[in-house]
């Protein structure tokens, strides 16, 4: 029974960390761009939505529309006027690019919030009991927000003239252009709302995590290992590969100590860069 529990532990903690990899995961392989921004994204949402809840009471799982929105529009703007000017040159510059833009971002963050921990402390909640498990009710809603929005994110990419455009390009954007795709418009899209879906996860995690500018680059970690191993570009490897992260690192710290949760991230991440480098629902050799 204790290593069930355990398990739906790892569960909770893989949806948050969907949620994490989503935007990064979207951006990496649509508009070829490893964002150093994302991890800063986030941190920027969790301060949107304690704010929110601060000086106007308003819920985060509420506060995170009107802040995914304001991401979408800040990362459009991004790619449409910084960003798109490197898009054609060497990985280097574009990581360069990002890793600027992060720093100065961080050091406004830290400028206005202070490096401060700060939380959004809701009223407590009974825990979900079942028989001998427990599940505590902020993670639990905080996954099943998590999910949802990586869900609807799908359903966006597969359902509407936008993401089939976003799919198109993604395979080939050459040919899409061909079709009559607005290639240009589509990377600004793409990017939008992969940082309004940052900014969302961090809205969604402010309830659990104390909010701070030096957890950003923790983030971009989660979300770089979850990409790997679930696959580039794809939402739903993103939310196995989400899963399958938090399983490990739950059962792994139940035998091993906490301590090695981190240790255990990166080990996992090297064995499918060396045994399965599309990872678990990417297609190999598919750039």
């Known amino acids: 029974m204790v290593l069930l529990q355990v398990l739906l532990n790892g569960l909770l903690l893989g949806g948050i960390y969907a949620c994490i990899g989503a935007g990064f995961s979207l951006v990496w392989g649509v508009v070829n761009i490893i964002n150093i921004l994302h991890g800063s994204f986030i941190v920027l949402g969790g301060y949107g939505a304690w704010y929110a809840y601060a000086h106007w009471g308003v819920h985060p799982f509420i506060a995170m529309l009107p802040i995914g929105l304001l991401g979408y529009a800040g990362g459009w703007l991004l790619q449409q006027y910084v960003i798109r000017h490197v898009m054609a040159a060497k990985v280097l510059v574009t990581l360069t690019l990002t890793f600027g833009l992060n720093l100065l971002l961080n050091n406004l963050m830290t400028f206005g919030f202070s490096a401060d921990f700060r939380k959004v402390v809701l009223p407590s909640q009974e825990p979900i009991t079942w028989a001998a498990l427990t599940l505590p009710a902020d993670r639990t809603l905080s996954m099943l927000a998590a999910v949802a929005?990586?869900?609807?994110?799908?359903?966006?990419?597969?359902?509407?003239?936008?993401?089939?455009?976003?799919?198109?390009?993604?395979?080939?954007?050459?040919?899409?252009?061909?079709?009559?795709?607005?290639?240009?418009?589509?990377?600004?899209?793409?990017?939008?709302?992969?940082?309004?879906?940052?900014?969302?996860?961090?809205?969604?995690?402010?309830?659990?995590?104390?909010?701070?500018?030096?957890?950003?680059?923790?983030?971009?970690?989660?979300?770089?290992?979850?990409?790997?191993?679930?696959?580039?570009?794809?939402?739903?490897?993103?939310?196995?590969?989400?899963?399958?992260?938090?399983?490990?690192?739950?059962?792994?710290?139940?035998?091993?100590?906490?301590?090695?949760?981190?240790?255990?991230?990166?080990?996992?991440?090297?064995?499918?860069?060396?045994?399965?480098?599309?990872?678990?629902?990417?297609?190999?050799?598919?750039?």
């Open 149 to 287: 929005v990586v869900m609807l994110t799908h359903v966006l990419m597969t359902r509407t003239m936008l993401g089939r455009s976003i799919v198109a390009v993604r395979m080939d954007p050459q040919a899409a252009q061909l079709m009559g795709v607005d290639v240009p418009r589509t990377f600004a899209a793409t990017f939008g709302i992969g940082t309004g879906l940052a900014l969302i996860a961090g809205a969604i995690l402010s309830p659990i995590f104390p909010i701070s500018p030096v957890a950003a680059d923790g983030y971009l970690g989660k979300a770089f290992i979850v990409c790997v191993l679930g696959g580039l570009g794809s939402l739903p490897g993103v939310l196995a590969g989400g899963v399958l992260l938090g399983v490990v690192e739950s059962v792994g710290s139940y035998f091993l100590g906490s301590s090695h949760a981190l240790t255990l991230s990166y080990v996992l991440l090297l064995a499918f860069l060396l045994l399965r480098p599309q990872g678990l629902m990417g297609k190999k050799g598919f750039e």
